[in-house]
């Protein structure tokens, strides 16, 4: 396995003016979904664990990830419980609205394959994660691949409204940071996670519309955001965590990482999917973006 | 006022397959808001008491009772809650699956008025609400009402996904069909409310396919189910009570209490909304059901 | 020619729910407009003779008839003028309510081509024009056809909302009809035109649910009214009109007229526009239908 | 009352090609109505005065403006006229194409309710309003702002189809600018209202891809037109006087009144519809302006 | 392996009228992808084997088989070469017209893996297969088939268009149906496959509305057609075959191997995709049919 | 005649995501038809001459032409074969994906008229027609050109996956280019047609993103792309043949051609399809571009 990863996945619904219109869009999502697709359809063999609700939309979830040739065997769904969901207003030119309608379907420590973490390159989770049912797992999951001398890649991915306590996250947040190799965190996450800005992870920090950049070796590389045309932003920093991932797991050098990053960044914003705008690798010349 | 009526509204998203559409709609419903919405149309002064979210959807349940002209002055949005939701598959032929996802947005006791209760003709509740988290404010509402000698109505309603426990909504519902001096009843739930069958109130009982009956003053009327197109069942039962409901407010005959109630079921099942379909009394003419 | 008709034709705008629906269908229609497409499509050359607006609703019409194969060298497009308008709301089981946005193109007696009409083999017009702009154009064209010895065919077409005035309706429509050698009346206005009944004219009886009916020779023909499904009953009796002429013109025995025509109806409300679903000749055999 | 308003309302119906697409899209419109919207959503009271027709369209109209809290208790639906209707073809990069459907629903002088207007802080009319059916109850209103000492603002709002007679609508509006207190007069309209353009009204130009600017006191403040994305445009003037009134009700700076006004521009031009996109209060910080 | 199955998918695209509207359905389909997939979600274990093209909708073909479960490791996307496309005209009440679009992808003989077909319990082909590019790999499979003694399925599927030559039809057809041990024939197939009428073969017979029929072991069980909703008849009789293949391989009774089938064929009908509609086993019981 | 054209046309599905999406759009399409209904609009006479399926994809293109007013009488349906296809990825700021199924309906040689392109002005065919089933039918079409003297207009229009054989595609253009008068060739395309770039023969250079130049007498005429929103930039450079061509009949300075062609473009990838988008001589204006 060339990249575990866990977390939560849910059922999303968009609408471009809740207050008013019928017309909506159902699809699925989940930062480590995203992930996950993003680094199959390059080629790579990824694991995704994560508890589904015993329903529709559950079943909706483990058939896109089986049909993209991600790993769900760990994957359950839990009957009698539905699956998470989320509500998204997406207005041109302005920042998403988000409703989560969380549920009960929780992923236990238990439930995390230690000897199959220990058989992977990567570990990769996100903070959002720490801040729903999953948490334990994540510890577990993140605790035997340290153990076992698997890269962790952590996304810090603070969401406001589902941390009604900043201490509480500024704490879960730093934690998990530290125990990053590689760590993807926004210009304004920087400040919650200052104690893992020290030492010798690989850290990305992602500065929107002012681009990305990486120091590694102590060489700082920088790149502009694509300016590529933007249909929805949703699942933007997703792809292109999977995109320097990718890049990563393939050995190529630190400017190229973020140069994949920001590709993966413009196929995701294409279109009004999180994940269905994901480039398999015969696709990557479709789209061009500089740097 | 004519009608006080309470309960909870929802976000509601209809997809026709939602393991694999991308296509929904997206509405708002509730048991009595259709009720409220329906009696509104045919001219009747209705109050729709509840607690929405302080959120786009709940903003949108508000906007809608307030353009229809039902009296929303004692509803109110709860800021940092999200308003709850509704995902409903709905396939032609089939009975629909529904997930509710609940939210923290809590009508209490405290939220009742008792004297605009006790000055209405009649007070509408649905069990429906004895599941959800406004149980207590429906029991302080139906007690304001039985002091004040205001007429009782009751839905039973009972929704299996929500009552796990059968004997909890036994009792419940029972406790509360014995409030009622006008019960709307499945016949799938007439065991249910045994101890509310007898005595003289006014009970509607709804047979589905085999159509609708009410028994008055020791005469049993029967009507058939209506044979007009049902493009989406949803809401039919509630657009019956509103139709039963404007009929007894306006004396009229058993018979054309049933006559009225089976005609706004087939307005209401005429269109995919819940509530859209519901005719004004100029409507009424609109649609011939046999009678 | 074979058939020469004239008259109104109108921008369209179908909704399911005019008060609350954002999603509406925008077509092109006409009561001739509709009997010429579908005798086009059926092999016969036909003429149509109105005044369209100038501007894009106009262009799209002539666009359309120009397409099946329509002769419209006789039309005009009205510049400063714009094409009239229907707004029909149109909901499963009930009749449409239709709004008219009538303007100022008018078809005038000059435009009406004296020659071209006498040498078709049929005029066909119907009550509706004599309600609109057109009236006097009608006359004229009616004059020649009869002073031609051309065969004149009428569809007395009575819409309430264009006739502010019953008596005058009963007038103009009873004296259209008394100029007809074939006659197209609905059951209910039957009492419009009863001086037209008497004589040899051929009337074909349009009884909606009962089916349909004409008299040739002294023997009496009756069709039940086809089972096939209805999407939108727009359009379904001018294309009724269609088919029976169409059979006529090729001398088929009256019980074969009419199970054209209800072919052509069952062809047209298959479908939502009024036009669109109308057969070419290698099609009629794709629907079944009894009788 | 802050602000008392009156005009005529309409069903919009918009199509990205009339001459050849079947999708369309169904909504309400009218100068007066969006700013109606727009300052009820920023907090204010306000009435609007109008006559619909007696049918679902006009029904959806005051459905709207109740839904959206404004008071429409003046306004009236007149039975047996249909409401006005406009046809709008906007393609991408293209000024839109507008066909008006006029009715004779007609706001009579002795409609307007001189008290109500008296009792109200502002008075706001449009010029379309003086090109349509409602001209003399405008200019009533007007005369009773004045004489109560309301403050007068009229958006010229010059359309040359609604004008056949350039010097009667140089007239007509020339003499409703010089009621004014508050102007707002686009760059192109000045030479029709320059008898308007001396005395000390605060005029407000609204220069198009060149900003907005107004003279107060003496100084002159500019504003460049934001650089947001542009779904549709209609509705943004409009939507620009209800964010300047209302930072003028607050006795905003007047160069934060003009950037309200863009601010509701970019809002109201970030969705198809002219008014849905409107803020509420809350909403306002969600897009970012230059200015 | 439960079943073993082999055939070509395509691409479909799905119009109500082909020669007017802008809207179409894309989606994929296949008689054995819908047999495989109907099998899989009912709990069976299937691989279907097939040769698609190496473009976008050939990646679909192999993801939504592998989303469903069914093993596709034999199956190949062979680059440079299209998918194969369905254009299908479905309108109300009429019999679909579809153009087929064959491109060069083709499974040969040497693709058919012999030793997983001979350790499978069915093998499942149909007879559009002997007619479009893979008939000689279709051979081979039957062959090790009926080597190793795997029950072989045949739906005899007989299109008219892939068939210019009649003779060859009824011999290749013929001869197939002749290697069956459970055979699937519609009424109007029976001369067609005459030579295997005979002999001790489960021969099951569609008949379209006069419902389905099978002997077994000398007794005919009949069962009607379900009186269920069709929204789209597509893959009705490929759902009917999964229901019964299912029942067999479960070891139910002749009549509830129809029922089955009739419950898929319900099912399946429900919505407008070919597959999509099919049940789990856990929504066997949301359909009722008769029988 | 003002100018005969040749080649064929196609039935064209366009979907966002091909792998995911089910919304997909149908329209007609093809080089030389674009070319035609561009001509038509802006009022000059064109014949298209080829040959279409017998079925409705080949009913809708002839309707199309019919419909634009283009001279389709020796245009040809084959009953028995279907009309060409092509499926459309286009996705924003990608590449379009294009899949081409070609069907067996060829134009023969028999087929042109040849003294029907001796009395016209000009004769325009495209390159992809060189590369499909036309391409002797062309050939005799472009000799007879030549030998009445006839301006003959070559689009070089090369599609790589049409020429499976680099050297055939350079023999084949390369005659074809210097049988021109008139060249339309890509920037990319130069190379191909080197032969043809001397002599006096107007050649238009289209430059993509970099504009398009000409040379006429000696002077070389440049004009940047235009600067207008792009919804599908499909039938952009046909558009560009278009609006060349009729300022080529007109007379027009060589700048002005450019900029006519230029502004086509404009029109056409103004929204999705090839062609709906052309302008007529009147909506000239309705766009502005620079240059």
Redesign the interface.
């Known amino acids: 396995m060339d990249v575990y990863t866990l977390g939560e996945a849910f059922?999303v619904?968009t609408?471009?003016?809740?207050?008013?219109?019928?017309?909506?869009?159902?699809?699925v999502t989940g930062a480590e979904f995203i992930v996950a697709v993003g680094l199959a359809r390059l080629g790579h063999e990824v694991a995704w664990l994560g508890k589904v609700?015993g329903?529709?939309?559950g079943?909706?979830i483990l058939?896109?990830l089986?049909?993209?040739?991600v790993d769900v065997s760990d994957a359950r769904a839990q009957e009698g419980s539905?699956t998470g969901?989320l509500?998204k207003?997406v207005?041109?030119?302005?920042?998403a609205?988000t409703?989560?309608?969380r549920?009960g379907t929780r992923l236990a420590q238990g439930n995390v394959p230690v000897d199959r973490i220990a058989g992977s390159r990567f570990l990769h989770v996100s903070g959002i994660t720490a801040a729903l049912n999953a948490r334990d797992a994540m510890h577990a999951a993140v605790r035997a691949a340290r153990a076992a001398g698997v890269t962790v890649s952590v996304a810090v991915d603070y969401r406001e409204q589902l941390w009604p306590d900043l201490r509480e996250a500024t704490e879960e947040l730093g934690a998990l940071a530290c125990s990053a190799d590689v760590l993807f965190v926004r210009q304004s996450e920087l400040d919650l996670v200052k104690p893992a800005l020290t030492g010798d992870r690989e850290i990305i920090v992602m500065r929107g519309t002012r681009g990305v950049s990486v120091r590694v070796d102590g060489v700082r590389h920088d790149l502009p955001r694509p300016a590529?045309?933007v249909?929805d932003p949703g699942g933007s920093e997703e792809a292109f965590v999977a995109g320097y991932l990718s890049a990563l797991l393939e050995y190529l050098h630190p400017a190229d990482r973020l140069r994949r990053g920001n590709l993966l960044t413009?196929f995701a914003a294409?279109?009004p999917?999180d994940w269905?705008?994901l480039p398999?690798t015969a696709e990557l010349p479709?789209?061009e973006i500089e740097g």
Chains 1, 2, 3, 4, 5, 6 share one sequence.
Do not use: C
């Not at 089986?66 to 040739?69: D, L, Q, V």
């Not at 207005?91 to 920042?95: D, L």
């Open positions: 059922a619904v609408s471009s003016r809740v207050r008013h219109e019928h017309e909506a869009r159902l699809d609700g329903d529709e939309a079943a909706r058939t896109v089986r049909g993209e040739g539905p969901m509500l207003e207005r041109a030119g302005q920042e609205k409703t989560y309608y549920t590529t045309p249909v413009a294409s279109g999917s269905q705008g398999t479709l789209l």
